[in-house]
Every structure is written in C-alpha cells, then in structure tokens.
C-alpha cells in the first residue's frame, strides 16, 4: 500500500495546539515525545499477531530512539526491551524493565558480567561459541544458573553473516552448554534480515523447524520458550521520496540546475509516497509458520519480535523556530539537522514542514528550509506547508521518531532537550 500524506494532516490539526502550547515557553529547538503514539503503535502491534491467532511477546529494540521516557512508556505498556550493548542495557534497566533481551555480536567479558548481575531481568542471546563458554564460566564461578538465547544463522541470513552462529553448530553449542552446567538455553533467535515483508521470517522458522526436528535431540525443542524475531516491520511513516532523486544520490552536481526548477515549482507532485505492507499482512504469514513449524516441536515456546521503528517512529515531533528569513524563498530555523544527525532529508527523504503559526496545512510551497549550523548540507527540506514564514514562527517535522534522535550528534551545536506531550 502507498503511505498517503495527506490522511495524517487531520491528527496533526488536532495535535497543533498541545504542540504550541508546548513551545510557548520554551527554548527551541526541541524534541516533543508523544507517549499516546508509542501506545497506539504498540496496541496495532499486538493486535495484528492476535487476529492471526499468536500472542506476540515485544522487546522494543532500544537502538531505534532511546529516549528514557519512551522505554518508560513501552514497560509500562507491559513490554520488554532489546539492548545492543552495555549502555543500552544500562538504558533499559534505569526504564524499569522486567525482561530485556541483550543481542549485539563480539560481547565482552565486562559485557556478560553486567548481564549476569542482572540475570533476573536480562536475557543475553549469545553469538558464538566463545561467548557461550565464557557466560558458561563465569555463571560456574558465581554458582548460579543463567537463561540464555541462541542467536542462529541459517541460509536465510547471509547477508547478515556477522551475527549469530550457524545452525550446524547448534547441536555443539547443545552439548558445551550442558557440560558447562551454567547454562540454560531456552530459546532461539534470529534476525529477518530484511524491512519490506515477511518472507525471510517464513522461510527461517520453516528452516529452524527442520532443524529442531532433524538434527537436534528431542529435550532441545522440548526446553524451548521462546523464539525471537529480530529485525523490525517497516511503519507507515509520515516521509515520501523526492521524485527528482529517486537514485537516492549524495550529490546534485549533475543538475546545477536543480534548486532552480524546485524553487520555480517545475517539478511535481513535491513528493512520492513510500509502498509499504501494513503490519497485519506482514503478522500473518509469521504467525502462521511460527504455529506450523515450531510450536508442534516446542509446544512451550512463545513468539517474541524486537520491533524498533514501528513503535519509535510516530512518536517525537521536531519543532524550531524561524531566525532568518533571507529573501523570499529561503529562511533559517534554530534547529540543525544535527538534531538528526546526518543529511537525510537534503539528498534522500522527504518529509513535509509545517508552519505551526501560519496555519495552512495542504498549502505547501517551495522554500529552502536551513538549519543554523554553520554547513551547508544543515537543510531540513525543500518546501514549507503555511502562510509564508516569519522571524519566530514554530514550525514543526512531525512523526520523526526512529533513527533521528538515536543518531543525534554534538555537530556545532548542542542535541536539544526532549519535551513529553501530556
């Protein structure tokens, strides 16, 4: 399905007051956190693997936005959280979370440790045989008993070689695992590899059931309770692409023209929805080979899944405020992309701008909307929806939450404070 625009413009008219409200007051630029957004996605999650007959356990991948207030509201929505190294293990344990998933190749002695001293909250799903043995020894040294996951490699994952161990070497990591007496595994792991459909998912959980049947012992299955999908579902977010950069190239120079033909509105429609398969057409076919081909051998396992920018993406608005307006088709807000961290919607996506103050939602016109960091790859974007633009108008990138925030940078100038909508 394409993402359409324009069906959000409706929610964000009933959020514009809460977002003016919200800057009234206060320095710009800023984050605005929406917990409603994260709820909501979290429910539409949940919702789709039950219809399709599953009960589906969530480990939001912190990696995507770990905004503090954000894991709050996923553990208080009764989830777990997936950390990827220490400090996001450390993230995940300040949020109060019950059950946390830690992934991430290459762990450290210094990084299982930290598992092991939290081992009633923390599962570590372990990569390789080295991490295995070493988890293995040191839960030997302190006499205590560990629940592990195994992070599997099947033929299905080659283009994602650098994690987890093959799945021949299962039936070893079995037999070490009980000899090291440390050690409890009690599940599987692996990522889809890919955001544009379920059929990497299918095609491992069918590969893993033949396995489990064909070359491990019978108390391997039997032990099982949970299989974890890693990788995420793509969400319908608020971005399109730019229809004159549809290679997604990293330079205009072969067009000097260009910003020209932008600004004098040549070229349209301004933007081209992004395709997307909902996240019920994507639940259902995971569902039903997790119902196939694994609970028949491992009736105990549950079905958990990381999703990362389904839940984040909706739920961080970008708000700044015109400094400068420099001529009638370009202006300069308060807030760089460093906000973002690199120059994503300059060459590669785009995502419509509002002015919050001249409100006039479906009116977009070409303008260069500049950051203030002194470069001039600090671009937010190419039009702005309102009445023109003022000094001091707030203007707003709403539904910018995944991978934004995470990869914000102290580039110039400093990461701005985030602010929770009531």
């Not at 993402?3 to 206060?26: C, G, N, Q, T």
Request: hydrophobic share 40%; proline share 7%.
């Amino acid at each position: 399905m394409k993402v359409d625009l324009e069906r959000k413009i409706p929610a964000i008219s009933r959020l514009r007051p809460d977002l003016l409200a919200l800057a009234r007051d206060r320095p710009t630029p800023l984050y605005a956190h929406d917990p409603r957004e994260v709820k909501a996605n979290l429910a539409r999650f949940r919702r789709a693997y039950q219809a399709a007959g599953v009960e589906v356990r969530v480990a939001y991948a912190v990696k995507s936005n770990p905004y503090p207030g954000l894991l709050r509201t996923v553990v208080a929505a009764g989830e777990g959280l997936d950390a990827s190294s220490p400090r996001e293990l450390r993230l995940a344990l300040a949020a109060g979370a019950k059950r946390i998933i830690f992934t991430g190749p290459a762990k450290s002695r210094d990084d299982l440790e930290l598992a092991l001293r939290h081992r009633r909250r923390v599962l570590v799903d372990l990569e390789s045989i080295r991490e295995l043995k070493a988890l293995g020894e040191l839960a030997s040294a302190r006499g205590c008993t560990v629940r592990c996951g195994l992070r599997v490699a099947t033929r299905h994952q080659r283009a994602w070689n650098k994690f987890g161990i093959p799945a021949q070497e299962l039936g070893r990591c079995w037999r070490v695992a009980r000899r090291l007496r440390g050690l409890e595994i009690v599940g599987l792991q692996f990522h889809s590899g890919t955001l544009d459909g379920p059929g990497i998912v299918v095609d491992t959980l069918e590969e893993l059931g033949r396995i489990l049947a064909d070359e491990l012992p019978p108390a391997f299955a039997s032990g099982l309770r949970f299989v974890d999908v890693g990788g995420g579902v793509t969400p319908e977010s608020f971005e399109g692409i730019y229809p004159w950069n549809r290679a997604q190239a990293m330079s205009f120079d072969r067009d000097p023209e260009l910003n020209q033909r932008i600004l004098a509105d040549e070229i349209g429609p301004h933007y081209e929805a992004a395709e997307v398969l909902p996240v019920e057409a994507f639940a259902g076919p995971v569902a039903a080979a997790f119902r196939a081909r694994i609970l028949p051998l491992a009736p105990e396992a549950e079905l958990w899944t990381e999703p990362g920018k389904y839940i984040s993406h909706s739920a961080l608005h970008l708000l700044f405020r015109v400094a400068e307006v420099k001529g009638r088709q370009t202006i300069i807000v308060d807030g760089g992309t460093n906000m973002i961290g690199w120059e994503k919607y300059e060459f590669f996506d785009y995502a419509p701008i509002f002015n919050l103050t001249r409100w006039a939602p479906r009116s977009e016109r070409p303008m260069l909307v500049y950051g203030s960091l002194c470069t001039p790859h600090d671009l937010w974007g190419y039009y702005l929806r309102g009445r023109g633009a003022q000094r001091g108008d707030l203007l707003c990138m709403p539904y910018q939450g995944a991978y934004t925030y995470t990869l914000a940078q102290n580039f110039i100038r400093p990461v701005p404070g985030v602010v929770d909508l009531a």
